[in-house]
DNA sequence: TCCTCAATAGTTGTACTACAACTTAGGAGA
DNA sequence: TCTCCTAAGTTGTAGTACAACTATTGAGGA
């Protein structure tokens, strides 16, 4: 029997998290390389055919990982001519419409990331809570408020809901003191899509401590994300303060 | 010779703008039809053999459009199984990442947009303007200010800036009084993509007449649109009044 | 010398075929 | 009735061939 295309073999070394379809590896492997900087803006990636050996895979496969790559935004592919980095800087790091932790985004942009931890608590849900996450009322979830800080600085204060029923004990308990995208990768519950609102606050109710600003001016963050087979994970307010962090989108056709 | 594949001759049939590949062509369909609601949400589309038997294309094709509504987190591809409709209700109808115009945008979701200009010249640029737009500062800009309304409320202001060097005199009026995305459409000059930044903002200073808020919350989009050559068209900052226009945001690994 | 334009090599786009990997439903067997 | 296996159907990857487009080169003429 043939060997399985699905245990790769990269001739170009693959991160931990080799998950998803082999054109998704190639492509997040692809976007790593391309804000690692391995080509400055403007410059041409290698041609198709030239990448396929890299990578040992076949054109498809790689014309699958560019399209997407494209959709995002991050590279430009010309017909005729070739694949060319998109000129938007280092600003792609902070990317909105990709799904990472805000926490991981502001490591990536060279700054000491941590959470506090106001409160932890499993209760039952309310009824937005409810509806977000597809469930009834009498559900548990799990209930967290945090802020999240860069160099001590306080950046975004987030009030996240939980899906009990998806958890363990285990991964609630590290969901309360890490990273929670982390602690769900742990037990293959990552989530893949989510879908945002984007809303202006001024209130002086946000927040605690004395990482509220003044102003009470917050750019407000309403998510609900969902897993792979469409059901929803987790649901939450993420109140980013005005000017501490730089939001930005790519925007196609 | 055999028949141009570009000159295409859809199954189904195409609308005007038959712009950009095939697979480019086959994707902006299939997303009508998906924002026409001819699949429910959660439901399975046909299957890439069908599909390219309708749109009489090869499944490659197919596949390259799908991928693409996969990224923008329109569809959900699962191995195996199929196509399956991302629930997201109508909200994809004003989502922020796809590029279109916010008097379309507005039209689509069933009210009458109209754009009320201000003010309208052609000057040198300024400092940012001549760095967002990649020109020298002496080179001439076209500054718009509108408001632009929905059911005749305000909705959001406007402040737009043009490179004339890409411009005709006839397209320069048409912007002044009509949509910039049309008028530059005519000249084969859309743009294709955007970098975006969003804020939060209050201000008693942006704005003028009626529309204005008493609260002066916007949400502000301040933005660069490119062409397909990688070169800057146009950049403006756009003050949305908050609560008069949702955004929304896909966001997919 | 400079410009024009045709030839050409290189790159992406599409078509077609074949098979691997996965999902789902249905039937055989206990 | 339940479990497990089989088979059919669907997406994922491989490979080849050619069409369509781009960019470069260089010959020829003004």
Chains 1, 2 share one sequence.
Do not use: C
């Not at 969901?175 to 002086?204: M, N, Q, Y």
Request: charged content about 25%; overall charge positive.
């Amino acid at each position: 029997m043939r060997k399985k295309i699905t245990s790769i073999g990269f001739q170009k070394n693959l991160s931990k998290e080799t998950s998803g379809s082999l054109a998704d590896q190639v492509r997040d492997h692809l976007r790593k390389r391309i804000l690692n900087h391995e080509w400055q803006a403007g410059a041409k990636i290698p041609g198709e055919f030239e990448l396929a050996a890299q990578y040992k895979v076949a054109r498809v496969t790689i014309r699958t990982a560019l399209r997407s790559l494209e959709t995002q935004g991050l590279i430009d592919i010309r017909h005729g001519s070739g694949a060319y980095i998109a000129d938007f800087g280092d600003s792609v790091r902070a990317g909105l419409q990709e799904l990472r932790s805000i926490t991981q985004t502001i490591r990536e942009m060279g700054h000491k990331a941590e959470m506090i931890t106001r409160s932890s608590e499993v209760r039952k849900a309310t009824e937005k809570e409810a509806l977000d996450l597809q469930i009834t009322q009498e559900s548990g979830v799990l209930h967290i408020e945090r802020a999240i800080t860069a160099d001590g600085e306080v950046v975004a204060f987030s009030y996240d809901t939980f899906n009990v029923e998806e958890l363990t004990p285990a991964v609630i308990r590290r969901i309360s003191t890490g990273s929670a995208f982390a602690a769900l990768d742990s037990i293959r519950k990552h989530p893949v899509r989510a879908r945002a609102e984007i809303h202006a606050i001024s209130s002086k109710e946000i927040g605690w401590g004395r990482g509220r600003p003044p102003s009470g001016l917050y750019l407000l963050l309403r998510q609900v994300h969902y897993l792979r087979n469409g059901s929803p994970i987790v649901t939450g307010d993420t109140y980013f303060v005005e000017g501490k962090f730089q939001f930005i989108i790519h925007r196609t056709i």
